[in-house]
């Protein structure tokens, strides 16, 4: 359950989240936890974005927002962004 919690509020820092984490989410299905190295991988891969650039920015409320959408057969995503910096991420897996 901790890692479920952990792994749902790391979705507004990481771009395409839903897609690197989907062999995490995959490992966690019908309430059984098998862990492979792809799983590993998915790991491995969110910690390394967790410490890049970019950094998202706090939002200034007097300048324009900039919203960008994507979407691919594994998930949805999109960003907010202001002068082409992100503020949040947003991505969800599509079953």
Known sequence: MELRWILARLRYFIRNFSTVIA?????????????????????KEVKKKMTETPVLRLPHFGKVFEVTCDASH????????????????FSEKLN
Do not use: D, R
């Not at 995959?26 to 492979?36: H, Q, R, S, Y």
């Open 23 to 43: 062999p995490i989410t995959n490992c966690m299905k019908k309430g059984e936890f098998t862990w492979i190295n792809a799983t590993s991988n998915a790991f």
């Open 74 to 89: 594994v998930g949805i995503g999109g960003v907010l962004s202001q002068e082409e910096h992100p503020i949040a991420y």
